[in-house]
């Protein structure tokens, strides 16, 4: 199924653009949220196994996909990404959703449990939590701000896997997509970054110092479950025991050798992942 892309204003003026999968809707509703420097696209996989069934909704950050480009470094503050994320639901009539974030989209998905808890009917968080490894921000901060402007996809390919060796990808053709889906040719030809690398900026100016804990509490009441590569850069293991004490009925899967970030289109995870945001009605 093709999904609709929508333009959609956030309260400043500037345009969001989400992809639209359309299904029954008197279901609750799927939102993806993805990581940072990623785009929509991400989630087609998951998306084509659950659209027909239920409408689901992928969303791409200021600076991101086909996202406007803020003209101030500030608009890429986390919590001007989070009130863009509502602004979009209310734009696009999602009330109420099964969250499923990515890395910088779980963050979202946490921030929202405070700030809009009756948006969420049920969250899942991929390789994210309230404790954020520093191997993980030292991999983002040497990546987020560098345009390489290579000249074919293969060297984008072989980047990729240079600085990002542990995420699970299958084979060959794995790798030419996500590469394809993080640049895209410019004007001069060359393959460049799918998102403004202003945001790496934007990141060092905040700091990078977010204490998640309160915001994590606040999945305490949801339905959740988190999707664990167990050798990720960003998720250590400490964390996650955390994680489950702190919420007993959080339902864990786990990828062994995989880093950051899990697709959620391994059989071991799309499993028990399909089965969860199924039994969401």
Partial sequence: MTPVQHRVRARDGLKLSALEWRGDPTRTPLLLLTGICRTAWDYEGLAARHAGKRRIVALEYMGHGDSDRAPELSRYRPEKAVGDVLD???????????????????????????????????????????????????????????DPGFERIE??????????????????????????????????????????TRIQQ????????????????????????????????????DTVRAMVRDKPDLELVSLPGAGHAPTLNEPEVAEPLDRFLEAIR
């Fill in 88 to 146: 979009a639901c209310a734009a696009l009539g999602v009330s109420r959703a099964a969250v499923v974030g990515t890395s910088f989209g779980g963050i979202m998905a946490m921030a929202l449990s405070v700030l809009r808890p009756t948006l969420l009917r049920a969250v899942v968080l991929n390789d994210i939590g309230p404790k954020i490894d520093p191997r993980g921000l030292g991999l983002v901060g040497g990546f987020a701000g560098y």
């Fill in 155 to 196: 060297e984008a390919i072989g980047y990729l896997r240079s600085v990002m060796p542990l995420i699970p990808l299958p084979d060959e053709e794995a790798w030419r997509q996500f590469a394809a889906l993080t640049y895209k040719p410019g004007p001069d030809g060359r393959l460049h970054p799918r998102w403004d």
């Fill in 202 to 237: 934007a990141m060092e100016a905040g700091g990078g110092g977010l204490n998640l804990g309160p915001v994590f509490r606040g999945l305490r009441p949801i339905p959740g479950m988190l999707v664990w590569g167990e050798s990720s850069e960003f998720l250590a293991a």
